[in-house]
């Protein structure tokens, strides 16, 4: 699996989870990069990906958010990656 898809899915996780619930602010790219064990970067290209898809909320100077989206939109890593979510949403 690729970095960003492991931080995809770990991010994932952590919503569903309940750990980062919808409107929370997730921690500071360094906490999250050794939160989860993975490299800055990956985190970074991951947190583009789900603020492509809608998934989180990049507030430049602020932090990055989750946004309320409905369960079920695009949550395989591999459909965030694609962007299938930027106009409609999808069943996956």
Partial sequence: M????EAIAKIRS????????PGSRLPS?????SQMGLSR???REAVKVLESAR???V???DGTYVTSLAPG???RASALRS???RTTPCSR
């Fill in 29 to 33: 790219e360094p906490q999250l990069a």
């Fill in 14 to 21: 952590m919503i569903q989870s309940g750990e980062l619930p």
């Fill in 41 to 43: 970067s990956g985190v």
């Fill in 73 to 75: 939109c695009c949550w």
């Fill in 83 to 85: 962007n299938c979510c």
């Fill in 59 to 61: 507030r430049r100077g």
């Fill in 55 to 57: 998934v989180l909320d």
């Fill in 2 to 5: 690729a970095l960003t898809d």
